[in-house]
């Protein structure tokens, strides 16, 4: 559905993405990792085109969007729903009339159909009856569930996810992980998450891809992620993937597990 | 960043002087926010004349900068008047022609300071609060969620805050001129020995419609600059900026504004009365 090739991305001497490939398959929810500034967050910011990438290409259902005017990228973001990592809620607004927004923006429904759009949305995430508070009212739970309503109030085609666990904790945590994946059940839309909560990636994949040094280095289903012998991606997953990914009888794992003591933070 | 690339590029060629390395980045520094600056502007008049627009957003607008400013604006042009007042005829009395004092009053507040202080009020109220009020929203990623929405910034965000401030400005310039021309009435009348119809008498002779019209060009060119300079610095900042960056983006609005209407008000003044003849 949508095909991240060769792109690259610096920011003055620093190369942040380095001929980046992705394929993120129709229907999948696909966890991208990586360690703080891999580039991640840049990456969604590059697929929805909030920033350009210097080279390479982004497609999108068939359509090289890097390459199009401002007025057919606002109609292809129609069919994104994005959730920031701050959950970006308008603070000047109401939890309603930020779940209304687009379709304030972009549609001739009458106030009581959008009003009924935005319950019906707010219901899909477990948040009724909290449309007259503002979003400086919410915890913090609350407000990425509130921005995941508002994502999916146009019922987009994708949804990305930027870092949707950090700064929550551990049970709000698993019921944001429980929301994806009840979404992507209902919903059967389209999900990236990008996360280096590895209980999270674990916990809502379907597929799974880490990015190191700017590049893609390991893709696949999560059974066969653990099953990847990189040194980069074993340390990533041994640290923080949960117990019952760990505990699974894996040689590679295993073997990874037997040298911890060796790995550079045990050195340190 | 790539104002970062841009900035090495420019000091590469003078490694061995520091101050001119530092002169040459501090000027390509100054002309690029200025270019950036120019190109929001032209993309919000561009965008103005794009529908649709949203009067929900400028009506709101109108009222924040408009209403919430028209007593700051109207008790600062009172006391320029005052004080215009009791300078103008102590200045004045030496020559024996302390009767011109409405003249001098009147000439001032209208072609000058009415729109001088009306603008200088609105930079330190609306333009620097339009800054913090985007920077914030850039920083907490409000605007990147506004386009991947579908919706652009500069027409949701800028325009409103352009046009408002393009229509309020004259508009509490009239207010503030009145408040002048009164403040130096009363002054005058109660300090001084000077009769009021006189005073009022004097000011009617000296109150042209093209010195109002020359008033009201100079007050919507600054309430432009306000809003561009105010808007231009909200966007300008990055978003890992923070609040630390929010604070620098909103007194830098301020000051850039201030300077901004005073070579404004240079370049209007010899325009329209050098190059236009106007009186």
């Known amino acids: 559905m949508i095909s991240v090739r060769n792109i690259t991305k610096n920011f003055g001497e620093k190369n942040v993405l380095n001929g980046l490939n992705l394929e993120i398959p129709r229907g999948e929810t696909l966890v991208i990792m990586g360690r703080s500034g891999s580039g991640k967050s840049i990456l969604l910011k590059i697929i929805t085109g909030l920033i350009p990438a210097d080279s390479g290409e982004i497609w999108f259902d068939g359509t090289e969007i890097s390459k199009l005017k401002a007025k057919k990228i606002n109609v292809l973001r129609q069919k994104i729903g994005m959730l920031f990592q701050s959950a970006a809620l308008f603070d ?127 893709y696949g289903t999560p059974d066969e992620i653990i099953n990847i012998d990189d040194p ?37 | 960043m790539n104002q970062q690339s841009a900035t090495r590029e420019a000091s590469g060629g003078s490694r061995a002087y520091p101050i001119l390395r530092r002169i040459k980045i501090r000027l390509h520094n100054v002309l690029s926010e200025i270019g950036q600056a120019f190109t929001l502007f032209f993309q919000t008049l561009f965008q103005i004349f794009r529908p649709p627009l949203q009067f929900d957003l400028l009506v709101k607008q109108l009222l924040l900068i408009g209403f919430n400013s028209l007593a700051v604006v109207m008790v600062s042009g009172f006391f320029t008047g005052m004080v215009l007042g ?75 805050r352009f046009l408002a401030c393009s229509i309020m400005l004259p508009t509490l310039t009239i207010f503030s001129t009145f408040a002048g021309i009164a403040g130096g009435f009363v002054a005058v009348v109660t300090l001084f020995d000077v009769n009021g119809y006189f005073f009022l008498a004097e000011v009617q002779k000296n109150l042209f419609v093209g010195s109002v019209l ?13 809003a561009a300079v105010g808007c231009y610095k909200g966007f300008s900042i990055p978003t890992a900026g923070g609040a630390e960056g929010v604070g620098t983006a909103t007194t830098g609005s301020a000051v850039i504004s201030l300077i901004t209407i005073l070579i404004l008000d240079f370049v209007l003044n010899h325009i329209l009365f050098n190059i236009l003849g106007l009186v």
């Open chain 1, 232 to 268: 980069i991606l074993q340390q990533f997953v041994l640290f923080g993937a949960p117990d019952q990914i760990l505990n699974m009888e894996n040689p590679i794992l295993k073997e990874y597990l037997g040298r911890e003591a060796e790995l550079p933070h045990a050195k340190a």
């Open chain 2, 86 to 160: 009791v300078q103008g005829y102590i200045q004045l009395k030496p020559f024996a022609v302390e009767g011109s004092v409405a003249r001098f009053v009147c000439v001032s507040i209208v072609k000058e300071l009415g729109p001088m202080i009306t603008a200088f009020v609105l930079a330190g109220r609306i333009g620097a609060s339009i800054t913090a009020e985007l920077s914030t929203m850039k920083v907490t990623e409000q605007i990147d969620a506004l386009e991947v929405m579908g919706t652009n910034p500069v027409k949701y965000l800028v325009v409103p």
């Open chain 1, 92 to 218: 000047s607004m109401t939890v309603a009339e930020n779940v209304a927004f687009m379709l304030d923006q972009h549609t001739d429904y009458s106030k009581q159909e959008i009003r009924k759009i935005v319950d019906e949305k707010l219901e899909l995430v477990d948040l009724a009856g909290v449309q007259e508070l503002r979003p400086a009212e919410l915890s913090g739970g609350m407000r990425k569930r509130v921005g995941l309503a508002r994502a999916l109030a146009f019922n987009p085609e994708v949804i990305l996810y930027d870092e949707p666990t950090t700064g929550l904790d551990p049970v709000t945590c698993n019921e944001i992980n429980q929301l994806i994946r009840d979404l992507h059940e209902r919903l059967q839309v389209t999900s990236v998450v990008v996360t280096h909560d590895m209980h999270s990636a674990f916990s809502v994949a379907t597929r799974m891809a880490m990015i190191h040094d700017g590049k893609q280095i390991a």
């Open chain 2, 214 to 226: 020359i008033s009201l060009i100079k007050a919507t060119s600054f309430g432009m600059a306000i």
